[in-house]
């Protein structure tokens, strides 16, 4: 793809602080540093994690953050140490991370993983 390598500039939207509305603005995003993976996000949604994260958790670290999470979207390039994904391959982002090494990354029926708590 011809932006990799190069921030990219893309709509958002954009949870300045806790309680707030969100605000629809364009955004920059740099390229992926080591063991990051930039998606073009295709579909997404906001879901009960994201509306935790902005109106019931109650602190203010983590703002400004760009939330929706739930989405479907395709690799548009991979920094340093990523082996897993290359650029085009379809995903699926996840609120939490897995280790894919766990008792629950292991077992096909949950998604939280021990190791990023």
């Known amino acids: 793809m011809d932006t990799v390598g190069k921030v990219i500039r893309c709509r958002a939207a954009v949870a300045w602080e806790p309680s707030k509305p969100l605000v629809i603005e364009e955004i920059e995003v740099a390229p992926p540093e080591a063991q990051e993976v930039r998606i073009k996000i295709v579909a997404t949604a906001l879901c009960h994690?994201?509306?935790y994260f902005l109106?019931?958790?109650?602190?203010?670290?983590?703002?400004?953050a760009v939330l929706g999470h739930e989405g479907a979207g395709i690799v548009e390039s991979v920094g340093p140490g990523v082996t897993r994904f290359k650029p085009g391959d379809k995903v699926i982002p996840?609120?939490?991370?897995?280790?894919?090494?766990?008792?629950?990354?292991?077992?096909?029926?949950?998604?939280?993983c021990d190791k990023s708590w």
């Open 49 to 51: 994690t994201d509306l």
């Open 55 to 64: 109106y019931e958790r109650g602190r203010r670290e983590g703002f400004p």
């Open 94 to 112: 996840l609120f939490v991370s897995q280790c894919g090494e766990c008792r629950f990354c292991l077992n096909p029926s949950t998604n939280q």
